[in-house]
C-alpha cells in the first residue's frame, strides 16, 4: 500500500521562516530588502497594499524555531507592505524607510546582510482576502492617493497593479526619495526637507480630482483606519501616512467637501509624537 502524503490545512495567517537574500539602497531613505525562503510556497500573495508583518530576531536566531512560536515570541513586531513577490523565485521584497536606529525596524534593516534571520506573517492559500486596504469600486474613474514616506511602499504597489490612471500626491523626505514609479500616472513629489507637505498640496488639488458635494456637519474620526468595503461612486480615495494628517484630509473630504464616507479609505500608518 502507498502512503499519500497530504499537507496539513493552512490558516489564513501564518509565520514564515524566512532569510535575508540581499539589501539594495533605493535613495536617501529607501532601502529594499529582499528575503527568501522555502515556506514561501504557501504565502498567497494578493498584490496592491497587502500588509504583512515582520518580526525582528536576534542575530544567531533559528527562524523556524521562532516562526513556531509566532507573534507571542517577544521579538520585536512590526506591518509592512508587500513590494514584490516573485512566486518561481520564492523571494519577497520589502521597502524600509530608514529613520535612524531609535526604532527597532529601521535600525534591523539597516544592519541586515544576506542571511539574517527574520519571520513574517503573512496569507495563506485559500482564504478570504483580508489583508488588503485597496478597494475602489469598478467603475470608479477619478483615483486619488496620497502618501507620506511611510505609505509610499503600499502606494507605489498599488500604482504598479492599476487597470486605469490614477492621481498621486506623495511626501518624502529628500529629493532623491522621489523613486521611479511604474504605470504612467499623474504623481505629484513633495519633499519634506524643502517645508511642502501632504495635506495643503492635497487640499489645492482636491477642485480639480474630488466631485463637488454638499457640505455636512464635522464629524468625529475617532478610528485611524477605516476601509470602507462597499465603496461606491466614481470618485475614490485612498489616504496614509501620518495619523493626524490623514485624519484630517478625511475631514476634510467627507465633512467640508460632501464626499460619501463610502468613497475614502484612510489608514494611519504611525502617530506624529509633536
Not at 115 to 123: D, K, S, T
Not at 248 to 263: K, P
Request: glycine content about 8%.
Amino acid at each position: 500500500m502507498t502512503a499519500v502524503s497530504v499537507r496539513p490545512v493552512l490558516r489564513p495567517y501564518q509565520p514564515f521562516p524566512l532569510r535575508v537574500l540581499r539589501t539594495e539602497r533605493l535613495s536617501t531613505s529607501f532601502l529594499r530588502v529582499t528575503l527568501a525562503g522555502e515556506s514561501l510556497v504557501d504565502f498567497s500573495c494578493h498584490g496592491f497594499d497587502q500588509r504583512i508583518n515582520l518580526l525582528f530576531l536576534p542575530v544567531g536566531a533559528d527562524p523556524v524555531e521562532w516562526a513556531a512560536r509566532g507573534r507571542d515570541c517577544g521579538a520585536p513586531l512590526r506591518v509592512y507592505t508587500v513590494r514584490a513577490f516573485r512566486p518561481l523565485d520564492l523571494e519577497i521584497d520589502i521597502d524600509f524607510v530608514l529613520h535612524g536606529d531609535a526604532a527597532p525596524a529601521s535600525r534591523w534593516a539597516a544592519a541586515a546582510t544576506a542571511g539574517a534571520p527574520v519571520v513574517m506573517i503573512g496569507a495563506t492559500h485559500g482564504h478570504p482576502v483580508s489583508d488588503v486596504a485597496w478597494k475602489p469600486p469598478a467603475r470608479a474613474d477619478r483615483l486619488l492617493l496620497a502618501a507620506d514616506g511611510a505609505a509610499l511602499p503600499a502606494a507605489a504597489s498599488i500604482l504598479a497593479g492599476l487597470d486605469r490612471p490614477a492621481r498621486a500626491v506623495i511626501e518624502v523626505p529628500a529629493p532623491d526619495d522621489r523613486l521611479p514609479l511604474p504605470g504612467g500616472h499623474d504623481i505629484t513629489w513633495l519633499v519634506r526637507s524643502r517645508g511642502e507637505r501632504l495635506g495643503p498640496a492635497v487640499r489645492e488639488l482636491l477642485d480639480a480630482t474630488a466631485p463637488a458635494g454638499v457640505a455636512g456637519p464635522a464629524e468625529p474620526v475617532d478610528d485611524v483606519w477605516e476601509v470602507p468595503e462597499q465603496a461606491t461612486g466614481s470618485f475614490y480615495a485612498w489616504l496614509a501616512g501620518e495619523s493626524g494628517v490623514v485624519c484630517a484630509l478625511r475631514r476634510h473630504l467627507v465633512g467640508e467637501r460632501g464626499i460619501d464616507r463610502r468613497s475614502v479609505a484612510f489608514m494611519g500608518y504611525w502617530k506624529s509624537l509633536r
